[in-house]
């Protein structure tokens, strides 16, 4: 079960697009990866906090009094720390919180990444669709071209994001690309090299556990629980 309890009503209203009631957790709005990017570092602090024993309001107390996450500016603390006890309350499992705040650099990517896929259907979709289709088909190239195509494809199915702006678009590009290769699947943001991800044993297990079996093409393990 996941820890924390998180966010209370009021402020999962302001967040959120729907919430999932079984966790819970807010699946969030894809427009706003525009401002909630992959965020590692942020989530391994308030993951720490968390498994320190305190509560998310305390957690959220504490970024807004004492910036834990060391930005020049104050502006949007509280917003920043409910994003990522929400990613934390997403995993459904205490294991991965535990990974998130400690493991391996790799593992904690990993483990955020999926967390991102569970509140973000464009993530999701990115990698289930898009990613995975690469990896079975051994086709380990990942270019701008394909990038803008699943877009285009995300776009034309989903009434919300048809309506985005050039601009939104671009900065939502640029999220998108920014994940994949803080998740290792590019070296760089110029890279059309997709490397081969080697998905951590315990993430698999919270992932089968969860009902995410399928989700397992997109780390590259095609054997689907």
């Known amino acids: 079960p996941c820890g924390g309890g998180g966010a209370s009503s009021s402020t999962l209203a302001e967040m959120t697009d729907s919430v999932i009631y079984d966790c819970p957790y807010t699946v969030r709005k894809d427009g706003s990866l525009t401002h909630e990017h992959f965020q590692l570092r942020e989530c ?31 502006t949007q603390m509280g917003n920043i720390a409910w994003s990522m006890l929400n990613r934390l309350d997403a995993l459904c499992d205490e294991g991965l919180v535990e990974l998130l705040a400690h493991g391996f650099p790799e593992q904690a990517a990993q483990v955020n990444l999926y967390a991102m896929m569970r509140v973000y259907a464009i993530v999701r979709e990115l990698l289930v669709d898009e990613v995975a289709s690469h990896y079975r088909m051994l086709d380990y190239e990942f270019t701008r071209e394909d990038m803008n195509a699943f877009i285009t494809r995300y776009q034309a199915q989903n009434a919300s994001a048809a309506t985005w702006s050039e601009s939104t678009v671009k900065r939502i590009r640029t999220a998108l690309v920014e994940i994949l290769v803080s998740a290792g699947y590019l070296e760089g943001n110029r890279s059309t090299d997709l490397l081969r991800v080697f998905l951590d044993p315990d993430l698999e297990d919270a992932m089968v556990r969860n009902g995410d079996g399928s989700w397992l093409p997109a780390f590259n393990r095609m054997e689907v629980a």
Request: charged fraction near 30%.
């Open 44 to 74: 391994r602090i308030v993951a720490g906090l968390r498994l320190d024993g305190l509560s998310d309001d305390e957690i959220v107390a504490l970024a807004k009094r004492d910036n834990i996450f060391q930005y020049p500016t104050q």
